[in-house]
């Protein structure tokens, strides 16, 4: 079996040729400490017993190589007789369970993306088990199931972390099982630290010139106030302050609200952008179209405010839509496949050769704040980071004049 092991470790997880020994090395030595057989399970307790005996006398990163290697093993036996297909049909078991993990995640008031990012992984997830019934899972097959994703899948460590955060709702919250510190020693993404990419401020004003009308309006906001893309979608016009020169972006990523900056320069833009949906609202009100969707608590205190002007849509959609949740026909926020792609067209009529999507506007607008001399924890603010850490991303990609750096070749 280590023979197969050997090969699995280069063939799927790409290990050095080096490194390869070691992590054989330290798999035997885990399973004769234990008289164990390889084709037997090693347990938690077991290798929690192991490792304390094993960092008397070996480095620290013996002992992280070490763990790295019992945890791909673990896989490795897993998966040895078993595919998993995210194909394969739900069961009336499951889609009773996608149906609870669905009113659950709506009493608690998560946001829309949040519930369908969590059902696509659970759908996934049975795909992956197969016939098992809900009621049969344990930890372990959410442990082996978020290896599968880091090992065949080649996820990254994003996309991981948040089928970790999908099964953990599931497990806890919706079959009420308890979930131990040490159960889910899963094979962890390889993590990739990849920097944003950034506009220079002449690019970003030819792709300005690129664009019209509300999409442009959008742009400049996202990039002046350095907002996401949903978030920008989301405003109200009672989040606007054209007189105080701020934005309340409301339950933004986190579900916090904050506070940011609006451009002098954007504000008649944005009063005309109110005066358009000034339209579209008495229109609306005129044909007695329900009103806009809200936070389920404030419906329930206020049911008549999604009527009021003030909660009404900054850039709402021209048509009415089917909202998915409640099934009425009402007005919703401008869909962001729209802005997504006049700004990936007036790229290209730009003639700019960077990867460059909404989202940059916001890179870009972290960055040039640095350049300018701007704290980087006043920045943290204006873009709702949780960790400093998030942000410091950003030096690495500002101009190196900040740094009082000057290449060799320019001396």
């Keep these: 079996m280590l023979e197969d092991f050997r090969r699995f470790l280069v063939e799927k997880r790409s290990v050095h040729e080096k490194a390869v020994p070691w992590y054989l090395r330290w798999v035997s030595s885990c399973f004769e400490f234990f008289n164990l057989d390889y084709a037997e399970t090693l347990s938690d307790k077991q290798s929690q017993e192991f490792f304390v005996q094993f960092a008397r006398n070996h480095?620290?990163?013996?002992?992280?190589?070490?763990?790295?290697?019992?945890?791909?093993?673990?896989?490795?036996?897993?998966?040895?007789?078993?595919?998993?297909?995210?194909?394969?049909?739900?069961?009336?078991?499951?889609?009773?369970?996608?149906?609870?993990?669905?009113?659950?995640?709506?009493?608690?008031?998560?946001?829309?993306?949040?519930?369908?990012?969590?059902?696509?992984?659970?759908?996934?997830?049975?795909?992956?088990?197969?016939?098992?019934?809900?009621?049969?899972?344990?930890?372990?097959?959410?442990?082996?199931?978020?290896?599968?994703?880091?090992?065949?899948?080649?996820?990254?460590?994003?996309?991981?972390?948040?089928?970790?955060?999908?099964?953990?709702?599931?497990?806890?919250?919706?079959?009420?099982?308890?979930?131990?510190?040490?159960?889910?020693?899963?094979?962890?993404?390889?993590?990739?630290?990849?920097?944003?990419?950034?506009?220079?401020r002449s690019e970003i004003q030819s792709i300005f010139a690129q664009l019209s009308g509300t999409c442009k309006t959008m742009s400049m906001l996202i990039y002046g106030c350095g907002i996401r893309l949903q978030e920008c979608l989301n405003l109200r016009i009672k989040d606007v302050d054209c007189d105080r020169g701020m934005l309340i972006v409301r339950a933004g990523k986190g579900e916090k609200d904050r506070r940011t900056v609006l451009p002098e320069m954007l504000k008649q833009a944005i009063t005309d952008q109110i005066s358009q949906a000034r339209t579209l609202h008495e229109l609306d009100r005129k044909n007695d179209v329900a009103g806009v969707a809200l936070p389920d608590a404030l419906t329930r205190k206020y049911p008549n405010a999604n009527k009021e002007w003030a909660w009404f849509w900054l850039f709402p959609s021209r048509s009415l839509s089917v909202d998915p949740r409640s099934n009425i026909a009402r007005r919703h926020h401008a869909h962001p496949a729209t802005l997504q792609k006049a700004f990936k067209s007036a790229v290209e009529s730009a003639n700019i050769a960077k990867q460059a999507s909404i989202h940059t506007l916001r890179h870009s607008f972290a960055t040039h704040l640095l350049e300018n001399g701007y704290d980087i924890r006043t920045i943290q603010e204006l873009l709702g980071h949780n960790s400093l850490q998030t942000t410091m991303i950003y030096t690495h990609v500002a101009g190196k004049n900040i740094l009082g750096v000057k290449s060799p070749l320019d001396q």
């Excluded at 098992?132 to 972390?161: F, G, H, M, W």
């Design 59 to 200: 480095e620290e990163w013996q002992v992280r190589q070490a763990k790295e290697a019992l945890r791909l093993f673990k896989y490795f036996q897993a998966t040895t007789d078993r595919t998993g297909s995210a194909s394969r049909q739900s069961s009336p078991e499951w889609k009773a369970l996608e149906e609870d993990a669905s009113n659950l995640l709506r009493l608690k008031h998560r946001a829309q993306n949040t519930e369908k990012t969590y059902l696509t992984w659970l759908r996934s997830f049975a795909g992956y088990l197969g016939s098992k019934p809900p009621d049969q899972i344990t930890s372990d097959d959410i442990q082996q199931y978020l290896s599968y994703l880091a090992v065949e899948r080649k996820v990254s460590t994003s996309t991981q972390n948040q089928a970790l955060n999908a099964l953990v709702f599931l497990y806890k919250q919706v079959l009420n099982k308890e979930l131990g510190e040490h159960e889910l020693d899963a094979v962890r993404a390889n993590y990739k630290r990849k920097l944003p990419v950034v506009l220079t």
